[in-house]
């Protein structure tokens, strides 16, 4: 009979066949992950290694290749070194370990064998090389950016060099070329620094035949 109401007992069956299924309940969504802390400034890495002006100094000087007296060019600095300062917390000029343009051929037979030679058997450090070299269209000159952490360094200082990279590397802006040098059987010949520079599109490098 249409509009009757159905039994009782029909009606909870019909309920109960229909919740027979527990419903999945909902669950709550995860909380929001913490905001990541903000990076470092330029030139501080967290280790609170910063860099000395200086250092900044002296590369804008390679890098700007303006006219200049011949005294001027003389002074120009061909390599150098930067270590950490004795406290550990700055990358520093390293005074006693550079080469200039105008010691070449007087006190520097060759610029990149001499550049070899000043880098520390047993410590890590970075380095700036004017590089000069041919292809077999121009001749060229950049600077390249070297960061030196022979194997048998101190495994801190290599640890703090490495974590400190990025402090230099930001303020050396432009640069097109960089090396990681483990060894002197990496460096020593100067072929290798050719192939850096631009494969065998290079032919010499500072005058020597590659």
């Known amino acids: 009979v249409h509009g009757a109401l159905l039994p009782a007992c029909l009606l909870r069956g019909g309920l109960r066949s229909v919740s027979a299924t527990p419903l999945p309940r909902h669950k709550r969504p995860p909380p929001s992950p913490p905001s ?30 303006k006219s200049s007296t011949s005294e001027e060019i003389k002074k120009r600095k061909k390599a150098v070194l930067f270590c950490l300062s004795a406290d550990k917390k700055q990358i520093i000029v390293e005074e006693a370990k550079q080469i200039l343009v105008g010691d070449i051929g007087v006190t520097v037979e060759d610029p990149y064998i001499a550049f070899v030679k000043l880098l520390p058997l047993n ?73 850096k520079l631009g494969g065998n599109v290079v032919v010499s490098l500072e005058g020597k035949p590659l």
């Open 36 to 65: 990541p802390a903000p990076p470092p400034s330029p030139g501080t890495m967290a280790s609170g290694v910063t860099v000395n002006d200086e250092v900044i100094k002296v590369f804008n000087d390679m890098k700007v290749r």
């Open 123 to 195: 410590d890590c450090r970075y380095a700036l090389y004017d590089a000069t070299y041919e292809t077999k269209e121009s001749k060229k000159e950049d600077l390249v950016f070297i960061f030196w952490a022979p194997e048998n360094a101190p495994l801190k200082s290599k640890m703090i060099y490495a974590s400190s990279k990025d402090a230099i590397k930001k303020k050396f802006t432009g640069i097109k070329h960089e090396w990681q040098v483990n060894g002197y059987e990496d460096i020593k010949d100067r072929s290798t620094l050719g192939d």
